[in-house]
């Protein structure tokens, strides 16, 4: 299998200092569940998972109205860079350029845990 084979080539991002809702709106519209978090000049800096949104979003097993509107007040405006992953891996373009067989996705995948 080659990189290229199931890699993205039309990748959608979101900058640093977008915020919770931008991130949620833009995974649901795209149908996706990992968002690469850029800077201005197309940087990767991080990337942000469904499941990073689920986590900083107050629990849906909060039955208080109370203490729902305080989780709730606490997480808007909430900037992605306070809840992303940093250190991502990535590939070398000019490796995937080659269409070299590098590693083993699945394997890869795993020992990484990223999704």
Same mark, same amino acid.
């Given at each position: 299998?080659?990189?290229? &084979?199931?890699?993205?080539?039309?990748?959608?991002?979101?900058?640093?200092?977008?915020?919770?809702?931008?991130?949620?709106?833009?995974?649901? =519209?795209?149908?996706?569940?990992?968002?690469?978090?850029? =800077?201005?000049?197309?940087?990767?800096?991080?990337?942000?998972? &469904? =499941? &990073?949104?689920?986590?900083?979003?107050?629990?849906?097993?909060?039955?208080?109205?109370?203490?729902?509107?305080?989780?709730?007040?606490?997480?808007?405006?909430?900037?992605?860079?306070?809840?992303?992953?940093?250190?991502?891996?990535?590939?070398?373009?000019?490796?995937?350029?080659?269409?070299?067989?590098?590693? &083993?996705?699945?394997?890869?995948?795993?020992?990484?845990?990223?999704?």
């Amino acid at each position: 299998m080659f990189i290229s &084979d199931f890699m993205t080539k039309d990748v959608v991002t979101i900058g640093v200092e977008s915020d919770i809702s931008k991130a949620k709106e833009l995974m649901n =519209r795209f149908r996706i569940r990992h968002l690469p978090v850029t =800077r201005a000049e197309n940087k990767l800096i991080g990337i942000v998972s &469904d =499941r &990073d949104i689920r986590s900083a979003l107050p629990s849906e097993h909060i039955h208080d109205p109370k203490l729902k509107k305080m989780e709730t007040e606490n997480v808007n405006g909430l900037k992605v860079r306070e809840f992303m992953t940093k250190n991502t891996a990535t590939i070398k373009k000019k490796f995937r350029d080659l269409g070299y067989v590098l590693i &083993d996705p699945v394997d890869w995948h795993i020992n990484n845990s990223y999704g």
